[in-house]
């Protein structure tokens, strides 16, 4: 056997038993003697360690700070956990901010092509194409009640303050598309609005999730 | 006064320098680090800051990153790591129990001329100066301020403002209630959308340029030189159109009919030769058209 294969060996199988082709070569090669010395003298002082350490608070604080910043693990929510509904299962879906946005912006694409195949003289006023979408995020919304940012940080305020100032822009652009179903520059703000929501209720689920 | 109110006033007095002293220490905790990266090329500077604080980034002429910071207390972290001509920089709160005050990180770099930025913050402001090179600014309630830059510039608020001095290239905003002001620029191709924000744009339009300025609820104002030459066309669904420079906008030169829509107001335009194309538009916001003098 040849130093590399007894490597190999300590590797793959650890010390004990060593193979006896192994052992040969260790009793008549220095290097390999010296190395199974050392790597002796490391488990028995490892044995001498206790037996569990306790970390410091801070590390555990740090881990799960980073775990939660990279989304693998959430907070629990503080609302019942138990009667969490089919819903509650699908806004854990919806919390990673990318899906969130990927969802409302198919729904806002599907809205604008019924919108097309409507005809263009329909006579009576058209269904709201965006029904679906404001259904989808008003859900979000409540659902958001759940991870409800507790802090008054000015980034928490700041999200409250903004999704009330799109809620309201969105209600005024919906009275004006109900009124007036074609006018294609409301709708237009209507649909960035909406983008915008979606938007802002993934960093405030973020957010609620991370403590940060 | 007697010597016992004497002895009273003196001790109260050096009891309260005592008690002041003692909580110095927790107050006055800001550590500083600095950091330096030698880079070869154009470096990529990205830069999280999970905590509140100020982000400002300034050039130099040296092939060099410098990162300096400081931190108001040990509950915030800020680390840094090098990946070739990449440069990382993360702020985290490591103790969710920190106090708003103890969240507090500041950062500020000197970076090659020619460097390319990806920033984001949550609250603090974002100061960049004299940098060349794309950059992606996000905020929630930040304000931007960017001075003698230019490149593909990309910045993302939720509440913040920007603030755009003397840019170059090509800038996208957008932002739900931020404002946006672009003064001097040299922008070739403009993109802002706000929702209820303002937009001021005072300066000049560059030939063969395209501009939009979108605001929901808020004013858009332009600001123009008699030397621009664009075509011009703003429309409103329920706000105002407030044209202060009628005289100097002719009908459209370019043998294009435009038709307005019935639900709109608005106007189209032409001042010069029409070589740029200026989009203006809000839903219910004002939006005003003026001559510099």
């Given at each position: 056997?040849?130093?590399?294969?007894?490597?190999?060996?300590?590797?793959?199988?650890?010390?004990?038993?060593?193979?006896?082709?192994?052992?040969?070569?260790?009793?008549?090669?220095?290097?390999?003697?010296?190395?199974?010395?050392?790597?002796?003298?490391?488990?028995?002082?490892?044995?001498?360690?206790?037996?569990?350490?306790?970390?410091?608070?801070?590390?555990?604080?740090?881990?799960?700070?980073?775990?939660?910043?990279?989304?693998?693990i959430k907070l629990p929510a503080v609302a019942?956990?138990?009667?969490?509904?089919?819903?509650?299962?699908?806004?854990?879906?919806?919390?990673?901010?990318?899906?969130?946005?990927?969802?409302?912006?198919?729904?806002?694409?599907?809205?604008?092509?019924?919108?097309?195949?409507?005809?263009?003289?329909?006579?009576?006023?058209?269904?709201?194409?965006?029904?679906?979408?404001?259904?989808?995020?008003?859900?979000?919304?409540?659902?958001?009640?759940?991870?409800?940012?507790?802090?008054?940080?000015?980034?928490?305020?700041?999200?409250?303050?903004?999704?009330?100032?799109?809620?309201?822009?969105?209600?005024?652009?919906?009275?004006?598309?109900?009124?007036?179903?074609?006018?294609?520059?409301?709708?237009?703000?209507?649909?960035?609005?909406?983008?915008?929501?979606?938007?802002?209720?993934?960093?405030?689920?973020?957010?609620?999730?991370?403590?940060? | 006064?007697?010597?016992?109110?004497?002895?009273?006033?003196?001790?109260?007095?050096?009891?309260?320098?005592?008690?002041?002293?003692?909580?110095?220490?927790?107050?006055?905790?800001?550590?500083?680090?600095?950091?330096?990266?030698?880079?070869?090329?154009?470096?990529?500077?990205?830069?999280?800051?999970?905590?509140?604080?100020?982000?400002?980034?300034?050039?130099?002429?040296?092939?060099?990153?410098?990162?300096?910071?400081?931190?108001?207390?040990?509950?915030?972290?800020?680390?840094?790591?090098?990946?070739?001509?990449?440069?990382?920089?993360?702020?985290?709160?490591?103790?969710?129990?920190?106090?708003?005050?103890?969240?507090?990180?500041?950062?500020?770099?000197?970076?090659?001329?020619?460097?390319?930025?990806?920033?984001?913050?949550?609250?603090?402001?974002?100061?960049?100066?004299?940098?060349?090179?794309?950059?992606?600014?996000?905020?929630?309630?930040?304000?931007?301020?960017?001075?003698?830059?230019?490149?593909?510039?990309?910045?993302?608020?939720?509440?913040?403002?920007?603030?755009?001095?003397?840019?170059?290239?090509?800038?996208?905003?957008?932002?739900?209630?931020?404002?946006?002001?672009?003064?001097?620029?040299?922008?070739?191709?403009?993109?802002?959308?706000?929702?209820?924000?303002?937009?001021?744009?005072?300066?000049?339009?560059v030939r063969t340029g395209l501009y939009s300025?979108?605001?929901?609820?808020?004013?858009?104002?332009v600001r123009f030189s008699g030397n621009d030459?664009?075509?011009?066309?703003?429309?409103?669904?329920?706000?105002?159109?407030?044209?202060?420079?009628?005289?100097?906008?002719?009908?459209?030169?370019?043998?294009?009919?435009?038709?307005?829509?019935?639900?709109?107001?608005?106007?189209?335009?032409?001042?010069?030769?029409?070589?740029?194309?200026?989009?203006?538009?809000?839903?219910?916001?004002?939006?005003?058209?003026?001559?510099?003098?």
């Open positions: 056997m040849q130093c590399k294969e007894v490597e190999a060996v300590l590797e793959q199988e650890g010390f004990s038993p060593l193979p006896a082709a192994a052992r040969a070569h260790v009793v008549s090669c220095l290097a390999c003697k010296s190395l199974v010395a050392d790597l002796g003298s490391i488990v028995a002082a490892a044995r001498e360690l206790p037996a569990e350490l306790e970390p410091p608070a801070r590390v555990w604080v740090s881990l799960r700070a980073q775990l939660e910043s990279e989304g693998i019942e956990r138990g009667r969490a509904s089919w819903w509650q299962g699908f806004a854990d879906l919806f919390q990673s901010r990318a899906l969130a946005t990927a969802t409302v912006g198919l729904l806002i694409v599907a809205g604008a092509i019924l919108q097309m195949k409507l005809p263009a003289t329909h006579s009576n006023p058209s269904p709201n194409p965006f029904a679906e979408t404001a259904r989808t995020l008003a859900e979000q919304e409540n659902g958001l009640a759940n991870v409800q940012l507790a802090s008054n940080s000015v980034v928490d305020t700041s999200l409250r303050q903004n999704l009330t100032a799109v809620d309201d822009f969105i209600a005024d652009c919906e009275r004006r598309v109900q009124a007036e179903p074609q006018d294609e520059l409301t709708r237009e703000y209507l649909t960035g609005a909406y983008r915008q929501k979606a938007v802002l209720l993934s960093a405030m689920m973020e957010r609620g999730g991370s403590g940060n | 006064m007697n010597v016992q109110g004497k002895k009273h006033i003196i001790l109260t007095v050096l009891g309260t320098g005592i008690m002041l002293w003692l909580s110095a220490p927790a107050r006055a905790s800001n550590e500083r680090i600095e950091r330096h990266f030698a880079v070869q090329g154009r470096p990529v500077v990205v830069i999280q800051n999970m905590g509140d604080g100020r982000i400002e980034v300034k050039s130099s002429k040296n092939a060099e990153v410098v990162v300096s910071g400081t931190r108001a207390s040990d509950k915030i972290s800020i680390d840094m790591e090098q990946a070739g001509d990449r440069i990382d920089v993360n702020t985290t709160v490591i103790d969710a129990s920190a106090q708003l005050s103890e969240r507090q990180a500041n950062l500020q770099l000197t970076v090659p001329e020619e460097t390319e930025l990806q920033l984001k913050t949550q609250t603090g402001l974002i100061y960049v100066e004299q940098v060349t090179g794309d950059m992606t600014l996000e905020s929630i309630a930040g304000d931007i301020h960017l001075k003698e830059v230019s490149g593909y510039i990309i910045v993302t608020t939720t509440g913040g403002s920007l603030v755009c001095t003397q840019c170059a290239g090509k800038l996208k905003f957008e932002s739900v209630s931020g404002s946006a002001q672009i003064l001097q620029p040299g922008l070739t191709n403009v993109n802002l959308h706000t929702t209820t924000g303002n937009i001021l744009f005072d300066g000049d339009f300025m979108k605001s929901g609820k808020g004013l858009v104002e030459s664009f075509d011009l066309n703003a429309q409103t669904a329920t706000g105002t159109v407030d044209n202060q420079a009628a005289a100097f906008l002719k009908p459209d030169s370019h043998g294009v009919k435009h038709l307005a829509s019935k639900f709109t107001k608005g106007l189209f335009g032409t001042v010069g030769q029409g070589l740029a194309k200026v989009e203006l538009s809000s839903y219910s916001g004002t939006i005003r058209i003026l001559k510099r003098d």
